[in-house]
Structures are given as structure tokens and as C-alpha cells.
Nanobody, 121 residues
Framework: QVQLVESGGGLVQAGGPLGLSCAAS????????FGWYRQAPGKQREFVAS???????NYANFVKGRFTISRANAKHTASLQMDSLNPEDTAVYYC???????????????WGQGTQVTVSS
């Protein structure tokens, strides 16, 4: 089992920065992938960014160049630095940790409780 706790959400003005952090505990040795997702009111949860143990990153098109995901393997933490925020980025942001095996392939996901990010215009 893996437990995730997010921190760092809040209210920010458009154009400003905000950083989110995610701390993992429990069976952290088995985490292959950290990710961030978000869910705006009335919308489905959507992928924002992910990072592997080796540091390979992937971003949704709408955040490329504005958001940066990072992780500290030794500390079992992941962070999301968000710059140039706009009101469309307002959402609850969720930390995700995935345990992935390849032979056979399987994936188990864990989620944090979410942290609210509100961008005012």
C-alpha cells in the first residue's frame, strides 16, 4: 500500500506561479511512476504530467512549457511547479503513484486526496 499526501495548493493570480508537492509513504520502493492529474468542476479528471523513476517526463499539451514535474527518489516525493497560470488551470490537483510490472504487465494506481488550485483573473 502507498499513501500520498499533497500540499501547496491555494489561490493565485493569473500569470503567477504555484508549486505542489506530494509525499509518498508505505511501499514506496515499488513506485515506478509519479503523476499529477486535475479535475475541474463539471469535467472529467485529466492527465497533467508524469515522471518515471529514471526521470523521463511526459506532459499534457496544455501545460507544456508552463509546468515542470520533478521527483526526489530518496525522499519519495514528487513536485509540480506551475508557472504562467491562467483561470483555466483552476481545478483540484491529484497526485498519482503507479506500481507497474511488465512480465506480466499490470498497473496499480494510488491517489492523494487532492489539493485545490484556484487562479483568479
Amino acid at each position: 500500500q502507498v499513501q500520498l499526501v499533497e500540499s501547496g495548493g491555494g489561490l493565485v493570480q493569473a500569470g503567477g506561479p504555484l508549486g505542489l508537492s506530494c509525499a509518498a509513504s508505505g511501499s514506496t520502493f515499488s513506485i515506478n511512476l509519479f503523476g499529477w492529474y486535475r479535475q475541474a468542476p463539471g469535467k472529467q479528471r485529466e492527465f497533467v504530467a508524469s515522471i518515471t523513476t529514471g526521470g523521463s517526463t511526459n506532459y499534457a499539451n496544455f501545460v507544456k512549457g508552463r509546468f515542470t514535474i520533478s521527483r526526489a527518489n530518496a525522499k519519495h516525493t514528487a513536485s509540480l511547479q506551475m508557472d504562467s497560470l491562467n483561470p483555466e488551470d483552476t481545478a483540484v490537483y491529484y497526485c498519482n503513484a503507479a506500481q507497474i510490472t511488465y512480465r506480466p504487465w499490470s498497473r496499480r494506481d494510488y491517489w492523494g486526496q487532492g489539493t485545490q488550485v484556484t487562479v483568479s483573473s
